[in-house]
């Protein structure tokens, strides 16, 4: 989805619009959104083909609560757009569909592997992965960023997952099918299904092999923690594992590369930036913030009502199904100032674009070490970038993705230091 700031006043209706058409977000949608929150802090949307309810809240305090009380709003039954009504097979098997306590006994060991000490301790050997992926565009001239950055969760999280390189193309290309199956670049025969089915294929097949390594020589890896932990008294078998190797990879590969390049558009928009937002370490990591927030690579969060509740004024059954938009909470006007401009120097910086609660995304610590050495890296070699062709944008409802930014990237005539 293209990020534009709506002109002041403009108003755009909403009642008409399918929001889970994945063509509706060609545009951007965040006048729809503003729209929204200035009218009312809930809204009411029915999915076309079967006629299923959900509500739908754009203000940030409503989906702050949503996305963090997993009491009242559940995972279990799906967490996107595609799952109303229907829900998802993979319910109570992987920690994105499943909430404490068994979502605990998963997320503790498996977080051990994928802390804030373990991603430091292996800073050396990721920041020379985001280099090398970044070199190209280090060395000047012309090429498309968002091509480049596909396999950038995979130079974090690869390797702390235990997954060999070999794997690493496959799985980047296939998660991004298996979220945005309508996108022309990731169609495969004639139909969303057979989209899905080859994307499922592919990974699974990928899984099983890595899980049949790993159980014969396990390592200090994420596969190797799922392998070895238990929940509810039993070990997870090899679907529970693939399943969870799944969802993680699916969190990665879907979000951190958007932000990467969303970030570096915007700095290109605003070329006065660049400098100053890649002074230093310090700079950058707000600038990831900034970017995370600017981008919201997730538009929405969906919960199931678990319990009789009533949030905004409105009172939700058990069974309800609700649709956090996270892409307009983090330009609710109450929480940001001057929420539609790209201030690299916002702080606090309160966005959910890692989620919240027990579902805070796990992968938050790799994913803002890889975005912080690629700016550091881009910052030191280049004094500026620019679009150089037509950019596209992922075809989804859920994912604010680019697939395609060709980009001339300007290196500076003498290097800044390296840090």
Same mark, same amino acid.
């Given at each position: ?32 959104? $503003?729209?929204? $929150?200035?009218?009312?802090? *809930? ?46 097979? /993979? ?5 994105? #569909? ?39 565009? #280090? ?25 060999? =390189? ?20 990731? *169609?495969?025969?004639? @139909?969303?299904?057979?989209? #899905? ?36 008294? /039993? ?51 707000? +600038? ?13 969060? *969906? ?8 949030? /905004? ?24 100032? =001057? ?12 966005? +959910? ?17 890889? +975005?912080?050495? #690629? ?6 070699? +280049?004094?500026?970038?620019?679009? @150089? ?31």
């Amino acid at each position: 989805m293209e990020i534009t700031a709506p002109p002041p006043g403009l108003r755009v209706p909403y009642d008409d619009v399918d929001v889970t058409d994945p063509g509706a977000y060609a545009q951007c949608r965040h006048a729809m959104w $503003r729209t929204m $929150r200035a009218d009312t802090a *809930v809204t009411r949307h029915t999915v076309p083909a079967t006629g299923d309810v959900f509500w739908g809240f754009g203000r940030y305090a409503e989906c702050d609560r949503i996305v963090k009380d997993h009491r009242v709003f559940g995972s279990e039954d799906g967490t996107i757009l595609a799952s109303v009504g229907v829900g998802d097979s /993979a319910g109570g098997r992987t920690i994105t #569909l499943m909430d404490p306590p068994l979502h605990t006994d998963i997320r503790r060991p498996t977080m051990r592997t994928l802390s804030h000490s373990v991603v430091r301790n292996r800073a050396a050997g990721i920041r020379e992965r985001v280099r090398a992926l970044a070199q190209p565009c #280090l060395d000047g001239g012309e090429h498309d960023f968002a091509k480049l950055m596909r396999l950038l969760p995979m130079a974090v999280i690869g390797e702390l997952m235990g997954i060999p =390189d070999g794997y690493w193309e496959t799985i980047a290309f296939y998660t991004t099918a298996s979220i945005a199956p309508d996108d022309p670049e990731y *169609v495969s025969g004639q @139909s969303t299904h057979e989209t #899905l089915r080859r994307a499922h294929h592919e990974l699974f097949a990928c899984f099983a092999e890595i899980i049949e390594t790993k159980r014969a020589h396990p390592g200090e890896d994420l596969v190797s923690a799922l392998i070895a932990l238990e929940t509810e008294g /039993a070990p997870l078998d090899d679907l529970r594992v693939a399943l969870n190797c799944y969802s993680f990879l699916l969190g990665a590969n879907s979000t951190t590369p958007h932000v990467a390049s969303h970030t570096l558009l915007a700095l290109a928009q605003r070329p006065h930036l660049w400098d100053a937002a890649l002074a230093d370490q310090a700079t950058t990591t707000l +600038l990831v913030e900034e970017g995370s927030r600017w981008t919201t690579p997730t538009n929405h969060l *969906v919960r199931r009502v678990r319990e009789d509740t009533e949030i /905004a004024g409105t009172a939700l059954r058990k069974g309800d199904w609700v649709c956090a938009w996270v892409a307009s909470a983090n330009r609710d006007e109450t929480v940001f100032a =001057d929420p539609y401009t790209f201030d690299p120097t916002r702080s606090p910086n309160p966005h +959910l674009a890692f989620g919240g609660g027990p579902h805070y995304c796990i992968g938050a610590p790799s994913s803002r070490m890889a +975005l912080g050495m #690629l700016f550091e890296e881009l910052g030191t070699a +280049l004094e500026g970038v620019e679009p @150089s062709g037509d950019i596209t944008h992922l075809r989804s409802n859920w994912i604010n993705g680019i697939t395609s930014m060709p980009m001339r990237f300007h290196r500076r005539r003498s290097s800044r230091s390296s840090r």
